[in-house]
C-alpha cells in the first residue's frame, strides 16, 4: 500500500535576518507549490526470516532529474550504505531519522508490524511542482510571453536537465535555477511524513480536509524529525522557518533555541542514534507559531525578474558581520524592522477580523480599492466602516515601506544587495499599480525575486505591468495548508 505525501513552498514576507535570533519573528506564508514524496515497499511481505533481517533496500527516484540511487540501510544501527553515485542527503537523513523515530517510540508489541515493513523494503519517488524551478529560460527560448499562462503550458513535473560540460554527475549543476520557495525544506519534511506515516507513527490528515487539532501532535513529530534531518543534511541550524511553514502551513514564527538540535550534533555517530533522536523527540523545543495567513480576496503573486540569484548565507554572514562592528546601530535597526514587521500582522489581523465581522462591508471595500492606485482608496468611502478597512489597508501599506527602508539601510550598512536599486524601481513600480497593497523582496533579500499582495481580481494589472519590466509573475498562489497525506500519485490527475 503506497503512502503519498506533500508539503508546500514558502514565501517570507518579513522578518528576513531578524528570523534568524529568538524572539524576533518572521511572517512566512506556505504556497501551492508542493514537494510529494510517494513511499511504497519494494518487496512483496515475506514471512519467513523477518526477525533475521539486518539490511533493509532502499531505492529513491527522481525522475525530474533522471536520477535513482539505490541503499542498504542496517536495521542495527540505521547506516546507509549507497550502492549509487548520486547522493540526496536530505533524503537520507530524513530516511534514517524517521526509522530511528519508529524504533524510539512504538512499544515493543509494534516491532514486529515495523520489522516486517522494513523487510520489504522501500521505494521512494520524489517529484517538485514546477514552481520550485525557473522555467524562464525555456519560455524565452520558445518565444513565449513573459506571463503566467506561458509556464501553464510546462507538464506539471517538467524534467530538469543538467549542464552537459559536466562529466561528474553527482557535481553536475541543474542548468533550471531555483525560485527560492524552500525546495530542500519540503522535499524533506514530504519525506518524513510518508515514512512516519508509513510506519505507523503518526496519521497524518488528508490533503482535501482541514487540518484539525487533534492531528496536531503528529504534526509536532514530524516537526522535529524534518528540522533535525534538514540541519543535519545542511550542516548548519538554522532559523527553520521554511521547514515549520512545511509542516504547519501560514503562520508567524518564533525560531527554536538551535541547541536542540546542536546537541544532536554533537552526539550523532557516539550514540545509538534511536537513543539521539528519542532525547531529540523529548527535546525543550520553544519554537512559537503563531496563526497567521492572508485576509480574504488578497492574493500572493510572485515575479522572477531574471537577473540572477543570490546567495543566501554569504548574504546572512556580512549582515551578522556588521552586526558585531556597530552593535548599536544594527541594534536599533532590528528594533525599527521588528516594530513594522508587527504593525503589519496587527493591520492583517485587523483586516481578517474585519471580513469575519462585517463581510458585505469588506467585500465591498476590497473590490473597489482593487480597481484604483492606492492613493485613490479613502476618497472612495464615507460610511465608518468602510474608512476603518482602508485604513487598515493603508496601515498595511505604510508598514512594507518602512520594512522595506530599514533593509535597505542594513543592505547598505552591511554593503551586501538586501533591495538592489534595480528591485526597488521594481517594487515603486508595482505598489503604484492599481490594486496592489504592498510589494518587497521576500527572505533575505537580493535578485531572486519579488512578491505583491493584491486585492479582489486585480493580478492581471500586475502581471502586464511585470511583463512589461521583462518580470516573469510566476503561477504560485498562498495556500495556507501544510503537510498532508494525498489521495493517491500526483501524476496520475
Not at 519560455?139 to 562529466?167: H, K, Y
Not at 508567524?252 to 552526539?267: C, G, H, K, L, M
Not at 492583517?348 to 492613493?375: H, P, Q, R
Not at 510566476?474 to 500526483?490: N, T, Y
Request: proline letters at 4%.
Amino acid at each position: 500500500m503506497a503512502v503519498v505525501a506533500s508539503a508546500p513552498g514558502k514565501v517570507l514576507m518579513a522578518g528576513g535576518y531578524l528570523v534568524l535570533e529568538r524572539p524576533n519573528a518572521g511572517i512566512v506564508l506556505s504556497t501551492n507549490a508542493r514537494f510529494y514524496a510517494i513511499l511504497k515497499p519494494l518487496y512483496d511481505a515475506l514471512e519467513s526470516d523477518i526477525l533475521a533481517a539486518e539490511w533493509m533496500d532502499l531505492k529513491v527516484n527522481s525522475p525530474q532529474m533522471s536520477r535513482e540511487t539505490t541503499y542498504k540501510l542496517s536495521l542495527k544501527d540505521f547506516t546507509l550504505q549507497c550502492l549509487s553515485e548520486s547522493r540526496n542527503p536530505f533524503v537520507e537523513y530524513a530516511v534514517q531519522y524517521s526509522i530511528a523515530a519508529a524504533y524510539a517510540t512504538l512499544d515493543k508489541n509494534e516491532r514486529n508490524r515495523l520489522l516486517k515493513l522494513l523487510s520489504q523494503g522501500m521505494d521512494i519517488t520524489i517529484l517538485g511542482c514546477n514552481d520550485f524551478y525557473s522555467y524562464r529560460n525555456q519560455i524565452e527560448a520558445r518565444g513565449l510571453p513573459l506571463v503566467p499562462d506561458s509556464l501553464a503550458t510546462l507538464q506539471p513535473f517538467t524534467s530538469i536537465t543538467f549542464n552537459a560540460e559536466e562529466s561528474n554527475v553527482e557535481n553536475s549543476k541543474p542548468e533550471v535555477a531555483k525560485t527560492g520557495l524552500g525546495s530542500s525544506a519540503a522535499m524533506t519534511t514530504a519525506v518524513v511524513a510518508a515514512l512516519l506515516n508509513y510506519l505507523g507513527v503518526v496519521d497524518l490528515p488528508l490533503y482535501s480536509t482541514n487540518q484539525k487539532n487533534d492531528k496536531i501532535l503528529d504534526l509536532d513529530l514530524v516537526h522535529m524529525i524534518a528540522q533535525t534531518a534538514h540541519c543535519i543534511a545542511q550542516g548548519k541550524v538554522g532559523s527553520g522557518f521554511d521547514v515549520s511553514s512545511a509542516v504547519y502551513g501560514s503562520h508567524r514564527y518564533v525560531r527554536f533555541s538551535p541547541n536542540i538540535i546542536s546537541s544532536a550534533q554533537e552526539t550523532v555517530g557516539n550514540t545509538p542514534l534511536e537513543e539521539v533522536i528519542g532525547d531529540v523527540l523529548k527535546g525543550k523545543w520553544d519554537h512559537e507559531r503563531t496563526k497567521f495567513s492572508l485576509p480574504p480576496l488578497m492574493n500572493l503573486i510572485l515575479g522572477e525578474p531574471g537577473s540572477g540569484g543570490s546567495s543566501t548565507p554569504s548574504m546572512v554572514g556580512a549582515v551578522k558581520k556588521w552586526q558585531k562592528s556597530d552593535p548599536q546601530k544594527s541594534k536599533d535597526t532590528w528594533n525599527k524592522l521588528s516594530e513594522a514587521n508587527s504593525a503589519l500582522v496587527a493591520q492583517f489581523n485587523l483586516l481578517s477580523k474585519s471580513a469575519a465581522d462585517s463581510w458585505d462591508s469588506y467585500k465591498a471595500v476590497i473590490t473597489g480599492c482593487s480597481m484604483l492606485k492606492s492613493e485613490k482608496w479613502m476618497e472612495q468611502f464615507s460610511e465608518a466602516t468602510h474608512v476603518e478597512i482602508v485604513k487598515a489597508l493603508l496601515g498595511a501599506r505604510d508598514a512594507m515601506l518602512k520594512i522595506r527602508f530599514h533593509m535597505r539601510q542594513m543592505g547598505d550598512a552591511a554593503g551586501i544587495p538586501i533591495e538592489p536599486e534595480s528591485q526597488t524601481r521594481l517594487l515603486d513600480v508595482t505598489m503604484n499599480t492599481e490594486g496592489v497593497l504592498l510589494g518587497g523582496v521576500p527572505g533575505a533579500g537580493g535578485f531572486d525575486a519579488v512578491f505583491a499582495i493584491t486585492l479582489s481580481d486585480s493580478s492581471t494589472n500586475l502581471t502586464k505591468i511585470w511583463s512589461f519590466h521583462n518580470v516573469l509573475a510566476m503561477l504560485v498562489r498562498e495556500d495556507p495548508r501544510g503537510v498532508s497525506i494525498e489521495s493517491g500519485d500526483p501524476r496520475a490527475k
